[in-house]
């Protein structure tokens, strides 16, 4: 299918160029206001085929009218000029295991806060292994939590299509896609996305027009505003709550060498974010950040000086194992007042994290996934 890829008139695209100098980590290409990321993900729906930028346009006027502060994130990029960023991550023709496919990479290089994940359409069209449909879907949901533990999931059945057999498919897949989401936690939300459209709103029996793409921008914006968190930054993790936490200089994660596997002592170093059980931080009342359950991110003695190891420890409610985490991002160890740091500014794997004064750089900020 065609993509519109209209670019921003020369002002605009140098402005875009200067916020992303501020915000390490952004891929080169995207536009970005430092708002709350949402990946719009999909298919040419998403993209916005006959309407470029599709519901995304509405969408973000509604959000903007609202003095929401949101960045949309992805490697695709079309729209008009009312759509405040063009960013976005639906691929035409694209099925959901052809988004499988490339989930990981995309949620390690954006780091969505909240994901809209409209998928299905090309399924039913290509009529492609229909009775697994369902359980694709559930695979990439796991696959979308895995990378991204706090991110807040919108998974919406499809849209309505002229043709009445294509039309029955998609009601067998809409009707299986609730229980798959009531399986997947409290991040996980359903988005009835196929009764708020007719065929009235079709621009050529399955595309939405314009009419129809704005009445997808008011569901999203109603599903949004009903889990408020979507709509706001992870600050600092929530007690109680595995996290993966994430270096805005390489959009890597803080990782335990060690894997769970070696004794006491293993030093934690950036990695790939993989979500595995060495990357998930759980921080407590006490200020520890748990891993595996019973160790703890440690730092080597107790120690002050610059440059002391930050290891994984078994948990022992000492200084050494208490952190503030700021929401600015900062981890400061309670025994030495000084941050947990990627050493020397670091942003290739095998980085080792250390403890180092703290200085506001980029190397010292640690966010939430």
């Not at 063009?86 to 994901?115: C, F, K």
């Not at 700021?326 to 250390?354: E, F, L, M, P, Y």
């Amino acid at each position: 299918m065609r993509r519109d890829r209209r670019r921003l008139p020369v002002s605009a695209a140098l402005l875009t160029a200067c916020v992303l100098a501020l915000l390490p980590g952004a891929p080169a290409h995207a536009e970005s206001n430092g708002g709350v990321r949402i990946m719009p993900l999909g298919d040419s729906i998403t993209d916005g085929f006959n309407v470029p930028g599709g519901y995304r346009i509405n969408l973000w006027q509604r959000m903007a009218a609202a003095g929401r502060t949101v960045d949309f994130v992805g490697s695709g990029f079309n729209g008009p000029a009312a759509l405040g960023d063009h960013d976005h991550e639906g691929h035409s023709g694209w099925r959901i295991d052809q988004l499988d496919a490339n989930i990981v990479n995309w949620m390690r290089a954006y780091a969505p806060r909240t994901v809209l994940l409209h998928i299905g359409t090309n399924d039913v069209g290509q009529n492609y292994d229909l009775p697994n449909a369902p359980a694709r879907l559930s695979a990439l949901i796991d696959r979308i939590r895995l990378l991204g533990p706090q991110t807040e999931i919108f998974v919406a059945q499809v849209t309505p299509r002229s043709n009445p057999t294509e039309e029955a498919r998609s009601q067998t897949f809409n009707a299986a896609v609730p229980g798959i989401v009531a399986q997947k936690g409290p991040r996980v939300h359903l988005v009835d996305m196929h009764s708020p459209l007719t065929l009235a709103d079709l621009a050529d029996g399955l595309h939405p027009n314009q009419a129809g793409y704005d009445k997808m921008a008011a569901t999203w914006w109603t599903a949004l505003q009903s889990v408020p968190g979507s709509l706001s930054h992870v600050g600092v993790p929530p007690v109680g709550s595995a996290v993966l936490l994430s270096n805005p200089l390489s959009n890597r994660c803080v990782d335990d060498s060690g894997t769970g596997t070696a004794g006491p002592g293993s030093q934690v170093h950036l990695w790939d974010c993989h979500g595995a059980a060495n990357q998930r931080w759980t921080r407590t009342a006490a200020g520890e950040l748990r891993i595996y359950g019973d160790r703890c991110l440690d730092v080597n003695g107790n120690g002050t000086a610059d440059g002391t190891k930050i290891q994984v420890w078994p948990c022992n409610g000492t200084a050494a194992q208490r952190f503030t985490v700021n929401a600015d991002g900062t981890i400061v160890g309670a025994g030495s007042g000084k941050c947990v740091d990627a050493r020397s500014s670091g942003t290739a794997n095998g980085t080792i994290i250390h403890l180092w004064t703290c200085n506001g750089t980029n190397a010292q900020r640690w966010f939430a996934r």
